[in-house]
């Protein structure tokens, strides 16, 4: 893999999130605590492939997507997006960014202003980076969401949409800067199932005709088979497992990534049943216990997981595992 | 043992009725797990709340019947309804519910409440039945004196599971019971069901948007359009040879982890508007199969084979 083709580069990203404490506590000890939500993640994303971020809630994959935009600012690592590195840039030079790098969010309900019609919510982008050409540049945008005829919708305020045609709106803002890099944020999770293979159908679209790469954030694995081409999986602000998402469910070899393919139910009823293959729930991310994170829950812990945090490494072409048994 | 007959719900509202539950239709014998499918707005939980009496102030039902055993539940009194049949031969899990258990209260309080509601027994021996229940959803009896925030969000399900479960119920009404838990976690609930079910001999009536959690653990599934049933089946028929163009497409858009890969076929359009739905078949207008007759007459719910039931037209 030539270094051209990568488009984001992630390095030892970490994100610590200081937990706010009482006043006596502050006075009786000097030790701070940390939510980890990012515990140094490595990993690269090519040009015009969709890459998956999946984990249960809380594992620390939206945190992730939003410090590699710089959203949030991130507590230590490195990425760079082509050339580029995110983390040196200045606020101004950040405002550049913004045109190369965009979000969908997950909520259309939420993430669209109820008080601005489609066409300022989609030329705001343009405004901002004072680009002009408005009225053409958000039909075109709103062609390419397929809201047609475009001059229909751009006095329409989001309370007169459905949810699909809300999402199309946020993608049409996030692409009217004509960004190479998205970070999707589990862009269907809040609609029906009608409405989401369109909405995934879109985001094809966009990768063939505009070559766009996406970082797509999902709980749902199935959706991911789908949708991504590669997948990693995430524990608690670490990465367990990455490989192409077919393998990923065919052959997953981190005992979490078993647990978590082994308990999504299969639409087929004369398929397997879910199954439960670890109690408990995910811990609380403050105060992890030494070692391997995932130790606590997993059937195969060993001594050395106790001790040892696992490093994430290539154990057979394109599969990385994070565990000790590999 | 549970009957539901040409059920219409209509709520009044500034803009007209909205025909939420629109000729409903469904049949659930003992130990049947019936899953009640549909996009968000077609009907499922108001279905739900007409069968259980709970509907808001601005919901009518105009017309049909609610068989439970032999006893129309809708035209028999609330006070009689409330002693002999709410909560006590069928209860519901609500949507949401395990957020909405009281943060002051213990949550085995909060079921011994349940309990002394309904039932006439003394305070201790609802607490015995309390801690039973624990045990029986998984959870050990010695956290039923903590508080709803000790709790993990899993253990909360557990804990609303045992509430509706508290007289015995015949019959189990779950909204949409996995939907804001994780995966691990939904698959330790799912299974909780499945062996409740086989344990107590419950039959169940399982509302969701996602189809693999009926597959996974129920044995009948309705598919639900528009405030109408278009489909109901066995859960291998509706899965394996579905007949309504909507059921296909749902199926055929439904991802899933193993088996072939799905490729994107959208249902174009959206759900109809419930106040004017379409004339004829409320799908026509994303029917990629939509005949003449479809645009004007609406189709009847006919069993086409033993057992399965559809309405679509051209099907006929």
């Known amino acids: 893999m030539s270094s051209e083709e990568i488009i984001v580069r992630v390095r030892n990203l970490r994100k610590w999130f200081p937990v706010r404490t009482g006043l006596l506590h502050g006075l009786i000890s000097r030790e701070k605590r940390y939510v980890k939500a990012v515990d140094g993640i490595s990993f690269d994303i090519k040009k015009r492939e969709i890459y998956g971020l999946a984990g249960e809630s809380g594992c620390g994959k939206t945190t992730t997507g939003r410090v590699i935009l710089r959203l949030l600012e991130p507590t230590a690592g490195e990425v760079h997006l082509g050339k580029q ?57 709103l062609k390419t969401v397929e809201l047609t005829p475009p001059e229909e919708f751009f006095y329409r305020f989001p309370h007169e949409l459905s949810g699909g045609q809300r999402q199309r709106v946020a993608i049409a803002r996030a692409m009217i800067l004509n960004p190479e890099f998205i970070v999707a944020d589990e862009p269907v999770s809040m609609l029906d199932v009608s409405i989401r293979s369109s909405i995934l159908k879109l985001m094809f679209k966009l990768r063939d005709e505009m070559g766009i790469s996406y970082l797509y954030i999902t709980h749902d694995l199935a959706t991911a088979r789908q949708v991504c081409d590669r997948t990693a999986i995430m524990y608690l602000g670490k990465f367990a497992e990455e490989t192409t998402t077919e393998e990923l469910l065919k052959n997953p070899l981190h005992p979490y990534t078993k647990a978590l393919v082994a308990a999504v139910p299969v639409p087929d009823p004369t398929a397997r049943k879910s199954k439960v293959v670890i109690s408990g729930e995910i811990p609380s991310p403050i105060d992890l216990p030494p070692g391997c994170r995932f130790r606590p829950r997993c059937p195969y812990a060993m001594e050395i997981c106790k001790r040892e945090e696992p490093s994430l490494v290539e154990v057979e072409s394109n599969h990385k595992v994070a565990c000790h048994l590999m | 043992m549970l009957d539901v007959q040409n059920l219409k719900t209509y709520f009044t509202t ?136 000790e709790f993990s969000g899993g253990m909360k399900q557990r804990a609303i599971i045992a509430m509706s479960l508290a007289c015995n119920p015949d019959l189990v009404i779950a909204d949409e019971p996995v939907t804001a838990l994780d995966v691990i976690v939904q698959a330790q609930i799912l299974e909780l069901m499945r062996s409740l079910r086989e344990k107590l001999g419950l039959s169940m009536i399982m509302i969701t948007h996602d189809l693999s959690v009926i597959a996974d653990t129920c044995n009948k ?44 076929e959208p249902i174009s359009g959206s759900p109809p508007n419930l106040i004017s739905p379409p004339a004829g078949c409320r799908f026509h207008p994303r029917c990629p199969y939509a005949e003449e007759i479809c645009r004007k007459e609406e189709p009847e719910i006919v069993e086409i084979k033993r057992g399965h039931f559809v309405a679509c037209h051209p099907k006929k």
């Open chain 1, 85 to 141: 590195d995110v983390f040196a840039l200045t606020k101004r030079e950040l405002n550049e960014l913004r045109k190369r790098a965009q979000i969908i969010f997950q909520d259309p309900y939420e993430s669209l202003d109820p008080k601005m019609n489609i066409f300022d919510f989609v030329a705001e982008p343009l405004v901002v980076h004072k680009i002009g050409n408005e009225e053409e540049l958000v039909a075109n945008a």
């Open chain 2, 14 to 149: 500034r803009g007209g009725a909205v025909k939420a539950v629109d000729d409903v239709s469904l049949q659930l014998d003992k130990g049947d797990a019936l899953g009640l499918a549909g996009e968000s707005g077609c009907g499922k939980t108001t279905t739900a709340l007409t069968i259980m009496h709970l509907l808001p102030s601005n919901a009518e039902v105009l017309s049909g019947k609610i068989l439970f055993g032999d006893v129309d539940l809708l035209t028999i009194d609330e006070e009689r309804l409330r002693k002999e049949f709410r909560w006590k031969r069928m209860s519901m899990i609500f949507q949401g519910a395990m957020n909405a258990l009281n943060p002051v209260f213990r949550v085995g309080d909060q079921i011994r409440q349940a309990i002394l509601t309904h039932e006439d027994i003394a305070k201790a021996s609802a607490w015995e039945r309390v801690e039973e229940l624990f045990s029986l959803v998984g959870i050990n009896p010695d956290r039923a004196r903590d508080y709803p925030h």
């Open chain 2, 221 to 264: 599934a309705a598919i639900m359009y528009a405030g109408k049933i278009v489909e109901r089946a066995d859960i291998v028929a509706i899965f394996k040879h579905p007949e309504h163009p909507y059921t296909q497409g749902l199926i055929a858009n439904f991802p899933s982890i193993s088996g072939e890969k799905k490729g994107f």
